[in-house]
């Protein structure tokens, strides 16, 4: 293969690792910016990976597997809703508790109904989401380097995939854009003004988590019906944590949410394209190393590269409403 296809091999397959990553991003983001810290998209990814796995082998329909997914998401941002937002509680320890409920349950569950130690028996056809071919692909693979972009790195992927885009772009406008966007950014500032203005916190706040649970829902169906056509457990690996660690690196904005999880797909295909490479004077690199490669590299990101990030104001503070 041709350095300019191996390119091209590394960056088509950045693009599918950093698909999850950035639904999980932006569901941190909407919450975050409403002033909802939120630990737990983990948990919702993990438990939307499992629904849409399940819903999907049994209806033999993946668009039915992206709805439970989805649904379950949302059932498990709402508890986190209800705790912190009606119940004021403490937001790390609600969303460090959906993390570990939903590692639990996916693998209890899993294994009572399918008996393969958590996992879901394989999805296939119209189980799971299949590549699609955009107009012109297959005549612009033969123009060299921008037609064999167009035709093997943004063509071939599956509607997922387009639809994270879209909810890049969708998220950047409504938040800087819409009247919408702007009171829920004002919340995560400052809840008290917004709150004199006769506007609902609490209504604001559920708002955003919501959307957070169908992004998070979203994410976890396209993990185990592109990514790995099945439920494993504790597939998500850490991936709502990284989405955590891309947010904070992007400073809670859409665009630098979406080229800083692409940046964390490509360390993480580069990583498992070094698998099996021999170092001379070393030997093999052990696979543990390999793997362990693209969480290193997150936190010498993090701490080298983001300066000063500075979160919305009013983030992790539950809002008592002044009588």
Known sequence: MDVFGFG???FDSGVRLAVPLLFACLAGLWSERSGVVDIGLEGK????AFAAAAASHRFDSAWVGLAAGIAASIAFALVHGFAVISQRGNQIVSGVAINMLAAGLTALVGNAWYGQGGRTPPLEGAMRYQPLT???AEQAAAVPVVGRLYAYVVSGHSVLVYVAIAAVVATSFVLARTRFGLRLRAVGENPAAVDTAGISV???RYAAVVIAGVLCGMGGAYLSLDQAAAFLPLMTAGKGFIALAALIFAKWRAWPAFWTCLLFGLL???AI???GVVVPGVGQVPVQAI???PYALTVILLAGFIGRAIPPRASGT???KER
Do not use: C, E, K
């Open 8 to 10: 091209i091999a590394i």
């Open 45 to 48: 990814l993990l438990v939307a």
């Open 134 to 136: 955009l107009p012109g």
């Open 202 to 204: 609490t209504g604001l």
């Open 268 to 270: 993480d295909a580069v």
């Open 273 to 275: 394209r070094l698998q």
């Open 291 to 293: 793997q362990a490669l």
């Open 318 to 320: 539950p809002y008592v």
